[in-house]
């Protein structure tokens, strides 16, 4: 039989595409479980209220609510008829909170941020008091409604994507006490996450 016709075993071509493909596997076993980590955190959860003493479901609608505050860090996610209602309970509770916080943490950024439905600071409004993690607002029905913003004390990042992802907002306009009485071009009913700094 002609030497030349005889198929050799291909070992060393196998071995490197052997290890390869197994270098594949386990980079697709090391990123899955990042990236289910990755969901938007509470996207599935039902995000309870208070409004006028009793209880509604903020990831369904806010009903008769026109203002929100949520601050989690205080165990507080109140809704009221107005703005103007809501801002006399955040008033409420900063004297109760802050002078319970130590003396280092009373020094630190006290970050927030409104978002309002509408241009000009009109309509809805959704003040977020929570710093140092992504917010989804779909979890508050209030993703890709926003077309007004009000920053506190400390910056802020704004993406079009749950947990961050996506593109962010300009963050040249995002900074602490930035207000935007309409939102950069493109940007109108986009934001989907908030980090406050």
């Known amino acids: 039989m002609n030497q030349a016709l005889v198929a050799r075993p291909a070992g060393p071509i196998r071995r490197p ?27 599935a959860d039902t995000i309870e209220a208070v409004f006028e003493g009793r209880p509604i479901d903020l990831s369904n609608g806010w009903g008769e609510a026109q203002a929100c505050v ?40 006290s970050g ?18 929570d710093r140092l993690q992504w917010i989804n607002l779909s979890a508050y029905s209030f993703s890709n409604v ?30 602490a006490w930035d207000v935007a009485p309409s939102m950069a071009s493109g940007w109108n009913d986009r934001i989907s996450s908030v980090y406050i700094q």
């Open 70 to 109: 949520v601050w989690n860090d205080a165990s507080v996610v109140e809704c009221f008829r107005t703005e103007e209602e809501m801002d006399k309970r955040i008033a409420e509770l900063e004297g109760e909170l802050v002078s319970k916080l130590p003396i280092n943490a009373q020094a630190q950024c």
């Open 112 to 129: 927030y941020m409104r978002l309002y439905k509408d241009s000009s600071y009109s309509g809805q409004v959704l003040y977020i008091r």
């Open 146 to 175: 926003t077309s007004s913003f009000k920053i506190g004390p400390c910056s802020t990042y704004l993406a079009d994507g749950d947990s961050g992802g996506g593109s962010w907002y300009p963050t040249s306009q995002s900074e």
């Open 17 to 43: 595409a052997l290890l390869f493909l197994a270098a594949v596997i386990v980079l697709v076993v090391a990123v899955v479980p990042y990236a289910a980590s990755a969901a938007p955190a509470g996207a």
